[in-house]
């Protein structure tokens, strides 16, 4: 079973460097400076204890990676990149080959499913920071990340357990699971919280933000009918599995959207995380003016190339 990881981020990359390094077959899709500094040089994984440079090889495009009916493509791009990269993939992958959404938000399995029948929802809680061209940081050690999955939208099968068997033997904790989706819907409650993060960085009154961003959001849920795992659930899952350590002396600066902001990319996924409950509120008659805001700003933002931090809560809150 060969891994094609879509998308060598943070999230891909400490997925592909961690199973390379633990000796399974890994290619790398990458894009512009990211995919020139690895063609070159590797990608440089780094945590607290370990700074490697790892040769796995890496391709700019589906199309350069040679796709064979067992392969396990993993997509670990935001969200708002996904449809380009499906059709991308769609052009030369083999109809049998596995899909594994490595991502935030709910949306991707359903736009995979369109394309390929043997698709795999993944929940990820994997700390990782990619600013750097070539560069990845794992803020977790000994275990990288908690990535539990199951196959969309529901069930189990031999490849789900043979991904996970993997995983576990390369640094991870991943369990099978056949209500995966639970999973997902609680983990997109959590991620609420990104984009306040993102937009006003760690400071006092935004705990009360992603709090009520994260009632909203239940509500939402609520009122949908969507079933997701309880808060003690989600606790007995985490437990203190991952320990986030300092690399090079530094802290891990945010979370996904964070690190949008900080490398200026010009987008951020808001809209299939926020955008997601702001979307189920509108459709099941359920207000939800927290999201709405941070979905507006956080989009701002991203088009201004703004810097993390660059608003205050209060001034976020008054625009509720």
């Avoid at 529901?154 to 033997?169: K, P, T, V, W």
């Avoid at 306040?196 to 960085?201: D, M, S, T, V, Y």
């Avoid at 007995?236 to 902001?261: E, N, P, T, Y």
Wanted: proline share 4%; charged share 20%; hydrophobic share 40%.
């Amino acid at each position: 079973m060969r891994f094609v990881v879509y998308g060598a981020g943070a999230i891909g990359g400490a997925i592909g460097g961690r199973l390379f390094e633990h000796g399974h077959d890994v290619v790398l899709i990458a894009r512009g400076a990211h995919y020139e500094a690895m063609r070159e040089r590797g990608l440089r994984l780094v945590d607290a204890d370990a700074d490697a440079t790892l040769p796995i090889p890496v391709v700019d495009h589906p199309s350069r990676a040679d796709l064979r009916a067992d392969d396990v493509v993993v997509l670990a791009m935001k969200t708002q990149d996904t449809q380009g990269a499906l059709h991308a993939l769609g052009e030369t992958a083999p109809p049998g080959i596995a899909v594994v959404c490595a991502q935030n938000g709910v949306e991707n399995e359903r736009l995979a499913l369109r394309h390929f029948a043997h698709v795999y929802a993944m929940c990820v809680m994997c700390p990782a920071t990619h600013l750097e061209p070539g560069v990845v940081q794992a803020s977790s050690t000994p275990i990288t990340g908690l990535l539990d999955l199951g196959r969309y939208p529901q069930g189990l099968d031999e490849r789900a357990g043979a991904i996970a068997s993997a995983l576990e033997r390369s640094t991870f904790e991943s369990v099978p699971r056949a209500d995966i989706m639970r999973w997902k819907y609680t983990k997109l409650l959590m991620n609420l919280g990104n984009a306040a993060e993102a937009l006003c960085g760690h400071v006092e009154g935004v705990g009360e933000i992603v709090r009520r961003a994260r009632s909203e959001g239940a509500a939402v849920l609520e009122a949908a009918g969507i079933d997701a795992a309880s808060r003690e659930e989600d606790r007995a899952r985490r437990g203190d599995r991952l320990q986030v350590k300092s690399i090079a002396g530094a802290m891990r600066g945010g979370g996904s959207s964070w690190q949008s902001l900080q490398r200026g990319t010009g987008t951020i996924e808001v809209d299939y995380l926020n955008g997601e409950i702001v979307l189920l509120g509108r459709t099941f008659g359920v207000d939800t003016p927290v999201n709405a805001t941070l979905q507006r700003c956080a989009n701002d933002a991203a088009r201004r190339h703004a810097a993390p931090g660059s608003m205050t809560p209060e001034e976020l809150l008054a625009l509720v």
